[in-house]
């Protein structure tokens, strides 16, 4: 076994909720994730669609006990002494899928081995092993310093709600519903003048529809930093859901860009460019608006794209006139309208 020593963090992601083109929804999670040698484990799988254990939407129970079995000071989950360290993000069966680890002490070192994707109580090594994933021996210190500071509340709680402004009140309706679908809070209002403090802490983002003039906008931005609160604003490229929901899902991610897989998205020219940091499965739509403001769709793209920056060529019947492209990991999105000649 390796003796060279990895460093252990932690840090906090998402995957990406959102309505997907063929109108399906993906449920928005808010999760910590761990950082080994400085980058999210989660990137050195394959591409996965997963979440750790230590989601925020948990009851405080029961994150309080999936930190504490990963500090072992609580028998191991699953036979053989294993642990799960990225689950299904829809549910918390097994039968999904899950990996796991061995996560054992020697001396004051934590190491993790013998990564497996495991559906059942017991894992094969030899068939579903990842290999190339670990050991990883971390400093005792370190390890319990990340892992304890969660159990001391010293992060602070991801704000999955936001406020609505906008003039067309159907359209601002669905899009409530839309993000209530995928786990997000949503509220619709004209004015904040006089709400307390206390309320609009709840929100983690503001969406402006494109009828609100600068100056309602202003006097929405002074009461939240009145209220000494910092929060994201979204300003509505476009009235269509999925758009829209796309965008407010990219203004809550809270994952420090550093750490992102999905960094870079341009529209113009009859191509899209995107730009990853790892192996992951991106998908592309685009959205257009017509003479007559109807909504069309069309997926341009959904297939694995290797580190780096790449060209995808968009049909030109899927953008001309006003039109949208969005760019979609498991963990991330970007939304850019197109850029016309």
């Keep these: 076994m390796s003796a060279e020593y990895a460093t252990f963090g932690l840090a906090p992601a998402m995957r990406a909720g959102g ?15 761990f950082i080994v040698d400085g980058r999210p484990l989660l990137f050195q799988l394959s591409d996965l669609d997963a979440v750790s254990p230590l989601a925020s939407d948990v009851p405080p129970a029961i994150f309080t006990a999936q930190v504490r079995s990963l500090l072992l000071e609580a028998e191991a989950p699953l036979p053989g002494g294993r642990y799960v360290i990225y689950g299904c993000p829809d549910c918390e069966d097994l039968a999904c899928g899950a990996v796991t680890a061995l996560i054992d002490q020697d001396g ?58 906008g003039a067309r009140v159907a359209l601002l309706a669905k ?30 983002a503001v969406a402006f529809g494109r009828s609100i003039g600068q100056q309602q906008r202003a006097a929405v931005r002074r009461a939240f930093a009145d209220a000494g609160i910092d929060v994201a604003y979204v300003d509505g490229l476009a009235p269509i859901v999925p758009l829209l929901v796309a965008q407010i899902e990219h203004a809550l991610d809270r994952s420090p860009a550093a750490q992102r897989r999905l960094t870079r ?50 049909d030109a019947k899927a953008v001309k006139g006003e039109s949208f492209v969005v760019a979609r990991t498991s963990g991330g999105v970007l939304v850019e309208a197109v850029a016309l000649r």
């Design 265 to 314: 998205l341009v529209a113009a020219d009859g191509e899209a460019g995107v730009e990853v940091t790892s192996p992951c499965r991106v998908r592309l739509t685009a959205y257009r608006l017509d003479r007559l403001y109807r909504t069309h769709t069309h997926e341009v793209f959904d297939g694995i794209l290797e580190p780096g920056r790449h060209r995808i060529a968009l």
């Design 19 to 33: 309505v997907l083109a063929n109108g399906d929804y993906q449920v928005h999670r808010d999760f910590v994730d």
């Design 175 to 204: 899009l409530a519903a839309a993000l209530r679908t995928i786990g997000i809070g949503a509220d619709i209002t004209h004015d904040v003048g006089g709400v307390p403090a206390d309320e609009l802490r709840a929100y983690g």
């Design 108 to 165: 004051d070192d934590y190491i993790w081995r013998d990564f497996a994707w495991q559906t059942d109580e017991h894992a094969d090594l030899e068939l579903n092993g990842y290999h190339g994933i670990g050991p990883f021996r971390f400093r005792g210190a370190e390890y319990r310093t990340a892992l304890g500071s969660l159990l001391a509340g010293d992060s602070e709680a991801p704000r999955r709600r936001v406020l609505l402004i």
